[in-house]
């Protein structure tokens, strides 16, 4: 799953739980009605499933984002052990140098 399912189930899930607010026509036809008893199911159900998929769609999507950071986190490890190696292979460069200085140096002398 990528980010934009996750967010496609998290925007659902929110229209169908705000979907008996903004249309109860849809739910409510007619409170008078023998169908208002179905009607009040039909938006109760509603509003659980539209909390069941935003549930689904967070859940995705703090799932994306998690592998996204552990991803992030170990080409960040990888790139800090390849400085590492630089540096010390550096460091023992300088050291080779600074030794082959020396014997130059002690040449010189003599």
Known sequence: MNILNSLSF?????IMRFLPVFAPAF??????????AEATTRGTLLVAAGYAFAALGAWLLVREMARITRHTT?????????TRETRETANECEARA??????????AHY
Not at 74 to 82: D, F, G
Not at 99 to 105: K, P, R, T, Y
């Open 98 to 107: 600074h030794g082959l200085a020396s014997q130059v140096e002690v040449h």
């Open 10 to 14: 998290l925007i659902f899930g929110l």
């Open 74 to 82: 170990a080409e960040v490890r990888r790139e800090l052990q390849a």
């Open 27 to 36: 739910v409510a036809p007619d409170a008078l009605n023998s169908a208002a």
